[in-house]
């Protein structure tokens, strides 16, 4: 049973930081690409970043120089570390992968 759990989330000022974490089970870990999405309220869900099997990052112009994905295959671990948080980066963030999602964990950037 796959499964993906995201935590992190929570609520801070804008200019502050975040790291929001994805658990993964159930899966090969390895050699899937690991993404975060994001769908603020009244939105439809963007993306926001990914990852590849190899480590190779990509991000939405939106959060690029702001936020770093990055993966722990031991841990079987994907990580969203956000700094320079804005109002507008409140939404419901989840990880996903293979088209398996988490259940979201929310962020609120206060200005």
């Known amino acids: 049973q796959v499964q993906l759990v995201e935590s992190g989330g929570g609520l801070v000022q804008a200019g502050g930081s975040l790291r929001l974490s994805c658990a993964f089970s159930?899966?090969?870990?390895?050699?899937?690409?690991m993404g975060w999405y994001r769908q603020a309220p009244g939105k439809q869900r963007e993306w926001v970043a990914s990852?590849?099997?190899?480590?190779?990052?990509d991000y939405a112009d939106s959060v690029k120089g702001r936020f770093t994905i990055s993966r722990d295959y031991a841990k079987k671990m994907v990580y969203l570390q956000m700094n320079s948080l804005k109002p507008e980066d409140t939404a419901i963030y989840y990880c996903?992968?293979?088209?398996?999602w988490g259940q979201g964990t929310q962020v609120t950037v206060s200005s």
């Open positions: 996903t992968t293979s088209n398996y």
């Open positions: 990852i590849t099997a190899g480590g190779t990052a």
């Open positions: 159930g899966i090969i870990f390895s050699i899937y690409t």
